[in-house]
Each structure stands twice: as structure tokens, then as C-alpha cells.
């Protein structure tokens, strides 16, 4: 196998942990979205109004998108641009998005560094703005 077929592979793998991310927050599938990070993960808000940064665990992070989905009827991260790069057994994502909550819509970026450990590829650290 090239290196340019294994890291597609790689590319690809990660584009699969990153699309059940955003399926499992339009669903609110909780669990789902849990296994698409490590259980250490950290997650950062950058308040571009307060210039701000958020620093919060992953169970905070669940709370909140689970906070959405119970005051608007739905609430969706909506994917306009991923871009995958891969160094080793990391990967960085970035995607840009419109975050649809009611009737109102929010544009940001993510930005996503995943590990692959013990066999597969998890989502260690998220930051983003809205």
C-alpha cells in the first residue's frame, strides 16, 4: 500500500467519526456522539463578542447540545466545508458550518484534533466558534 492510499484511508476514517459527530447532534443520539470522543477530551468556546475563551469537559459539552435539542424543536450543526489533514496517528479537521437552532442559524468554524488510539480514531480536543 502507498502512502498516499493509506493516508486517503486515514482521511476517510476520520471523515466517518466527524460525519457521526454531526449526525448524532442533529438526532441528539447522546451515546453516539459520546463514542466519537475520548473520554479526556476537552472542549474550547471562543466568544468572538467578549474575546473569551471557554474551556469546558466533555460533559459539559454534552449538556449543552442536549440543552439545545430541549428548548428548540431542532437543532443541527450543519457542515458547509471539511477539511481533513493527517500527521501520523493524529488528525486535524476543520469545519465550517451554519449551527441551526429554531429559527435562528449561526455561522462558526470547528476545529478538530483526533488520536487514533487502541484502534480507532477519537476526537481529543474541539474548539469553535459561533
Not at 36 to 48: E, L, M, R
Not at 88 to 99: E, I, Q, T
Not at 105 to 125: M, V
Request: contains cysteine; negative net charge.
Amino acid at each position: 500500500m502507498t502512502d498516499s492510499v493509506a493516508i486517503e484511508q486515514k482521511k476517510q476514517a476520520v471523515g466517518q467519526v466527524i460525519a457521526k459527530y454531526l449526525t448524532a447532534v442533529k438526532t441528539w443520539d447522546e451515546e453516539a456522539f459520546r463514542e466519537t470522543f475520548h473520554p479526556k477530551a476537552n472542549i474550547q468556546h471562543y466568544y468572538v463578542k467578549g474575546d473569551e475563551i471557554k474551556t469546558i469537559t466533555l460533559d459539559e459539552f454534552v449538556a449543552s447540545i442536549g440543552s439545545l435539542h430541549a428548548k428548540y424543536d431542532n437543532a443541527e450543526e450543519k457542515a458547509r466545508e471539511i477539511e481533513v489533514q493527517i500527521v501520523d496517528h493524529l488528525a486535524s479537521v476543520r469545519v465550517a458550518f451554519s449551527f441551526v437552532m429554531g429559527p435562528r442559524a449561526l455561522d462558526g468554524q470547528d476545529l478538530f484534533n483526533l488520536a487514533f488510539c487502541k484502534g480507532e480514531w477519537k476526537i481529543i480536543h474541539k474548539s469553535y466558534y459561533l
